[in-house]
């Protein structure tokens, strides 16, 4: 089965030259835009399965516009063209725009084929050096997430530690009022404090919280 191939960029002779090469590859070349935005209007009548999108200047408008673009078409893969040989440009576009593959601005036409072909299949083609820094990325950012989990654990007070425990427990409001001998209103109030501060929605995922990252266990074995 053909793969459908939109094309986004500023230059038509280059949009053109394009889809006849990519025709002559045996890919369906079914829209070609002037921009992401001219893209954009079209794409319920076309629904490309690629989308071949220029990194125009400035590339912070262009990785937004493309971001959007995601959201209207989710299903559809995007490899950007003429992205400068940056890793952290790269990155850039992976992070901000969720691009599935990259032609650096040196590439040939034989890059883009390949390129395309393995985004088709679910892979990418990049650099050792582009893989090593999206693996550092992906440890930070864990890691980042991990200390705030933490410091969200520590902004709590004993007592609220103490209704945490009673709610993984599956205690109700006046059970844990009675349990710790306070009024209703306020184990309430520290519901609402809990969930505020550890960014929840509900008793439900407080529960959830609290079993998933161990914080109960620590409570009890300090109560211990």
Request: charged share 30%; with cysteine.
């Amino acid at each position: 089965m053909e793969l459908s191939i939109a094309i986004v960029h500023h230059h038509r002779l280059l949009r053109e030259a394009l889809a006849i090469s990519l025709s002559e590859k045996a890919f369906s070349v079914i829209h070609q835009a002037y921009d992401v935005d001219q893209l954009s209007v079209h794409i319920e009548d076309s629904h490309p399965s690629v989308v071949l999108a220029e990194a125009s200047r400035p590339l912070e408008k262009c990785l937004d516009c493309l971001s959007r673009f995601r959201c209207i078409a989710p299903e559809c893969k995007v490899i950007m063209l003429d992205v400068p040989d940056h890793d952290e440009t790269i990155l850039a576009c992976v992070e901000m725009a969720g691009i599935c593959g990259y032609i650096v601005e040196d590439s040939s036409f034989d890059d883009v084929i390949r390129t395309v072909r393995a985004v088709a299949a679910g892979k990418t083609i990049c650099s050792p050096r582009l893989a090593n820094l999206a693996f550092t990325r992906i440890s930070v950012l864990s890691r980042r997430i991990y200390s705030t989990r933490v410091s969200d654990k520590d902004c709590l007070t004993r007592r609220e530690q103490d209704i945490m425990e009673a709610i993984e427990r599956g205690l109700s409001n006046k059970e844990i009022a009675a349990e710790l001998r306070i009024e209703i209103s306020t184990v309430k109030n520290h519901v609402h404090n809990i969930l505020d501060k550890l960014h929840l929605e509900d008793r439900r995922s407080a529960a959830h919280y609290a079993k998933e990252h161990g914080f109960v266990a620590r409570h009890r074995n300090h109560c211990s």
